[in-house]
């Protein structure tokens, strides 16, 4: 149901939620239109229905993870909901063990960065977006540092006020900090010396 006729926090709502989290199974199921249909969601303007489009993935994924990952292909290249959708459901250690789908995590992450790097900071979606990845950058690295750290330090260097914002919000994760401290510590030294030749 439309916001129109399920407005925010009323019991319809509630409704519009399970039937979202339902398109999940439906998509596990083959049915043709659910994938679809959890994309359209995913642009909601109601936050517990794009939290419902989040929970159906990791469904999907946790029944198929490599269907998760054809979808997330496609979703890369949408609009910043759809990639907030994509990313904030793959970004999981349970989806990351096979380096094959670790890799391709950061290859998506890369994508959504220049798509913050190169879009105007003033749209709903767009905050959105920016505030997510900080989140999947540090959870998809305490996953697989391997191939995470030099994909991630390959960002610090960028003069970007949106991107360094991300990068400052990741290094700012409790678990990453306690897992990878010197390394932290490096990444947040480099930030503030690009920082300082941009302030020359």
């Not at 398109?23 to 083959?30: S, Y």
């Not at 995913?42 to 469904?59: T, Y």
């Not at 190169?118 to 505030?131: D, M, P, V």
Request: charged letters at 30%; one cysteine or more; a positive charge.
């Amino acid at each position: 149901m439309s916001e129109k006729d399920a407005p925010q926090n009323s019991p319809k709502e509630f409704l519009t939620f399970c039937g979202v989290l339902g398109l999940g199974r439906l998509v596990i199921e083959g049915k043709e239109n659910a994938v679809e249909l959890l994309r359209r969601a995913a642009s909601d303007e109601r936050w517990r229905i794009r939290e419902a489009v989040k929970k159906a993935l990791q469904i999907i994924g946790k029944h198929d993870v490599g269907q998760l990952f054809i979808i997330g292909k496609d979703w890369i290249n949408g609009n910043m909901y759809e990639q907030r959708a994509i990313l904030t459901s793959i970004c999981r250690e349970e989806f990351l063990r096979d380096p094959s789908y670790a890799r391709e995590t950061f290859h998506l992450l890369e994508k959504a960065m220049n798509s913050i790097a190169g879009a105007k900071a003033s749209t709903r979606e767009y905050k959105l977006l920016k505030k997510a990845l900080g989140y999947c950058w540090s959870s998809a690295i305490l996953a697989c540092p391997e191939q995470g750290k030099p994909m991630f330090e390959h960002w610090l260097l960028s003069n970007d006020p949106n991107i360094r914002w991300i990068l400052k919000k990741a290094l700012k994760d409790k678990q990453l900090i306690k897992k990878e401290s010197h390394w932290v510590a490096r990444c947040r030294h480099k930030i503030i010396n690009v920082q300082d030749e941009l302030l020359k």
